[in-house]
Structures are given as C-alpha cells and as structure tokens.
C-alpha cells in the first residue's frame, strides 16, 4: 500500500526579581563531566531564607533538566490513555485553552478535519457545524501532557507515541507526523488530509509500535544529542535525528512488516524530514514534567500558542497558564504568500526550546538559516549565544560543535528575561490564516515580554503569599 501524500519535508521579604543591570559577561565555570554547566555572572535576589530558596530550586529544575531520560516505549491509541478522548466528541488542542468562537482559522480547520477523520460529520460543513453547536469538547494538550504541534489537534483514533522517564516517574504522549504542507496540523481537511490520517492509524502505528516493543523502546536524548552534532536544531531540521531513528529501528521493522506495507512505511519515514519533530516534542514534554511544580522556582516549564494566544508555564506556578497575544512570525514563505496571508504563531513545538533545543541550538543548524530567513551563520550563533543570557545553565548533553562543544542554554529564567528584556526565540512554521489550507511558510518569533512580566508578579506573590513572617 502507498502513503497517501507524503511530503518533505519573594522575611526577609526579599524581592526575587534581580537588579535592571545586564550580567557582566565572563568564562563560564568548568563543572563535573555529567553535570549541566553554570551559567555566567548573574545578580542574585536580595538575601536571606528566599534567596537560598530561589537558588535551591532553581538548582534542583536545572539537574532535573539535565538529567531526565526519555525512552520511546510504543504507540497507544488516544482514547486509551487520554481520559477526555474516551468520552464521546472531544478533541485536544495546542496552546493554552481557547473557546471555540475564538479558535483561529488553521485551528477550526483542523478540528473540521479531525472531526471528518472521525466519522462523526459528512462532509466540512457539518463538521463546523457540530463544532459551532458545542457537540465537540475542547481540552488542551499541554492539560494532559500531551504535545502536538502547530494547531495540535488530537482526536480519539490517533495513534499516540508514548514516552516514559521511570526515574522521574512520568510519561508523556505526542502524534505522529504527517510530513508538511497540506496536512492537519496546519489546518487542511481535504480528503489526502484524512487518508493520510487513516494510513498512520491503520499500517504506520501498528507496526512501528510493534517493532518498538521488539527493540526495547529507543532512548530518545543519546539520539537527540547526535543529531545536534549532525546539523539539527531538533526544531525546524529533523533530517539527522529522523534518519538516526529510522536506522534503529529499521531492522525491526523488517521483521514485523513485509513486502509493499514495509516498502510504504520505510518510503514515508525517509521522505519525511521532520518526522522526528514530534518525538523531540513528546521527549522535551517528558524533561519538563519533572519540573512542573518546585515551589520557588522561577524556571519556565512550558511555552505554547494557540494562534491567538501565547501560554506561558512557570514551574514556581505549576499548572496554571499566563497569556498574552500570540506574535506574528518572521521568515520565508512559499510563492504566492506573504505575511498578510499569515496565521499567528502557534503549537506546541515551543517546548524543545524550552530545554534548550530548536532557537536555543540555532548555531548547531547552519542550513536551516537561509530558510527561516535569518540572513547568516554568524547569526544563528548569536541567537545562541544571546539565548545563554537568559537561562540558568547550559546542557551537559546537548552540545554544539560550532561552539566548541559548548552546551546549549538550558533553563530560561523568567527573572532574567525580564531584567534584560531579551525573550526566548523560537523556530516555527507559518499557517495560513483560513481554514483548510496549510503551510505557506517558515520563520522565527519571539515569545512575548508581556507573558514574562505578567509571570514574575505572580511569581512575587506567590513567594510572598508562602514567606514565613517575622514581625
């Protein structure tokens, strides 16, 4: 059998917040082979019980960053593992939660087409209307450590990698990768959308689940790490890592799949570069969880769009979400569009930077430069490096030849972002802004100050609304 359209692709009441001055810049420390590198100079809150509670925190989050370990296990079906998707029409979504008369036009589109997917509609009109009439219940990702990217919308037959960490005692859950262009996650439902679909459910998930289980999972972070050192940024290029995993589990599935079915599915995962995007997303959701919520810790934990709205996670604040407007991308679009055709950013995918991948590893990635428009290598390595002002340490693991092995930035510090108004870039696609139409583009945007600002005050009030009084 054929893949349907495969493409390429704060008493001491001390204030937390640090003084305005930039750090002084500095040689960063060496540290212990294993453990994540300090990062530069950076002025400290005011001291006292809370500043050592702010350091200990952030301290603990960055090990647990540095030393989380994913492993691929297999696929589950959504409705097994999802509790909202095994009841009735319900779909998840990428970003913080959004109402249905808000939904932008990629994200309607692909809640159309999830629901054609479904069967629960006939044909497109129906299906917006269910979705207009509240038949179908909306949840976010993110709520059930679920990733997806672009418009991330997951429905009860998709096929769902499920990533486990037994250490930290998580796991965490991505779909597969449709290849680019017309596909759901940027909000197509024409038929080769869904048959597509049907084809990842009914022959590429089986038999990639069963060859999985026949090799004992796949360690996602020693494979992520050579891919870095390969060319990828694990955001916008995926052509090494993608490679690399189909290399481990290519015997495998040799051995569970045969004759055309095995021809389809090993000509879709090398025509599809980006397939390992979402296994780097479902990887970097995994790392996260460990730090969801360390009272006192003013490191981000998730970062997400919906296309109206950027979501920010701090793991100080656990679960709760801080909004504001969703920025318009920067970069390159395909002929016949421009920026006025431009969706606002959003997905899910925001999560790799947030352990120091995709924009934070620009300077690993020199060819994909030209392609988000950045004009030159020099810089990709300056967004790197400007990346490392803004975080709480550098990664043990993920290193950048370029940079002489330097780890990448690992840890964004809310506090630091502030101080320096300097926000965390992140590598993304660009939709189209009507429904059912798809990619038109690739870019960079920048995560907003606001959402930043908004966080540390809450993050002051919580720390203030838990510091033990003395007066």
């Known amino acids: 059998m054929g893949v349907p359209g495969a493409g390429h692709g704060v008493n001491g009441r001390a204030d937390p917040r640090p003084p305005r ?32 509670r702010i350091a200990a925190a952030n301290a603990e989050a960055l090990r647990r960053l540095d030393r989380g370990a994913p492993v691929l296990v297999g696929l589950r079906p959504a409705r097994d593992v999802i509790p909202p998707l095994a009841q009735g029409r319900a779909l998840l979504h990428a970003g913080p939660p959004v109402a249905v008369a808000r939904l932008c ?42 990733v997806a990217p672009m418009a991330g919308v997951v429905s009860p037959s998709m096929p769902l990698f499920e990533v486990r960490d037994d250490g930290a005692g998580v796991v965490a859950y991505g779909p597969l990768n449709e290849g680019i262009g017309a596909v759901l996650r940027f909000g197509a439902y024409a038929a080769p959308v869904i048959e597509r679909l049907r084809w990842l459910q009914e022959v590429l998930a089986p038999a990639l689940d069963a060859a999985l289980r026949r090799a004992g999972g796949v360690a996602l972070v020693p494979l992520m790490a050579r891919a870095l050192t390969m060319g990828d940024e694990l955001h916008q290029r995926n052509v090494a890592a993608t490679s690399l995993f189909l290399r481990q589990v290519a015997p495998q599935l040799a051995d569970v799949a045969a004759g055309a079915t095995l021809a389809a599915i090993l000509r879709f995962l090398t025509e599809v570069d980006q397939f390992f995007l979402n296994l780097a997303m479902v990887a970097a959701k995994a790392l996260t969880l460990g730090i969801r919520h360390l009272p006192g810790c003013t490191l981000v934990s998730a970062m997400s769009r919906n296309g109206v709205e950027f979501g920010l996670r701090v793991s100080g604040l656990g679960d709760r979400w801080i909004t504001a407007p969703a920025p318009l991308p920067e970069g390159l679009y395909f002929p016949g569009y421009t920026a006025a055709d431009a969706n606002p950013d959003m997905g899910d995918s925001a999560i790799v930077e947030t352990v120091g991948l995709g924009g934070f590893a620009m300077a690993a990635a020199p060819a994909v430069v030209g392609f988000l428009g950045l004009g030159s290598v020099r810089a990709a390595a300056e967004i790197t490096r400007a990346m490392g002002e803004i975080t709480a340490g550098r990664s043990s693991r993920f290193l950048i030849p370029a940079l002489e092995f330097e780890g990448t930035p690992l840890g964004i510090d809310v506090r630091a972002v502030v101080r320096l108004g300097v926000t965390p870039v992140i590598n993304t696609g660009i939709a189209h802004r009507a429904p059912g139409v798809g990619q038109i583009g690739a870019g960079v945007v920048r995560a907003p100050l606001e959402a930043f600002e908004q966080a540390l005050e809450a993050l002051v009030a919580a720390l203030e609304s838990t510091a033990p009084h003395t007066d």
């Open 21 to 52: 001055p930039r750090a002084a810049a500095g040689a960063r420390p060496a540290a212990p082979a294993g453990a994540p590198v300090p990062a530069g100079p950076r002025p400290a809150p005011a001291g006292g019980p809370l500043a050592a």
């Open 105 to 146: 036009g990629p994200m309607r589109g692909a809640c159309i087409g999830a629901a054609l997917y479904e069967g629960w509609a006939r044909d497109p009109d129906a299906a917006a209307a269910m979705l207009d009439r509240g038949e179908i219940a909306l949840s976010c990702t993110h709520d059930w450590d679920v």
